[in-house]
């Protein structure tokens, strides 16, 4: 199964700010250490929503709207997407999240695979 460990944004990355060395360095590990186990299929960060914009759509119409968006706790500012044999394979990795990244919220979203839906 794949599951996406969803990196939630905050203050600080959603200042443009790039992380430094360091944390690139733990990162960096973290991502070759389970591309290594054979669980990695991908992981990027992404830029913050001043970057970014939105497309809604109402009876069909599409509205674009730019980004900066206000509610930080909404938003993703990096994932890494896994191929685990289960829910708590991808828990036990994102445990091992690297500290340095600090105070951080991860949430843990299994991907439906062709077959589940009847592709």
Known sequence: MRVMIIRKADRLTESGALPGKELLDAMTAFHEE????????????????????????????????????????????????????SLEDALEWAKRWPPLDGDVELELRPVYEDEEIGL
């Open 34 to 85: 389970m591309a290594k186990a054979g669980v990695l299929v991908d992981g990027v960060g992404l830029k913050p929503s001043s970057k970014s914009a939105r497309v809604s759509f109402k009876n069909g119409k599409p509205t674009v709207i730019d980004g900066p968006f206000a509610e930080t706790k909404e938003l993703i500012a990096g994932f890494s997407m896994l191929k685990v044999k």
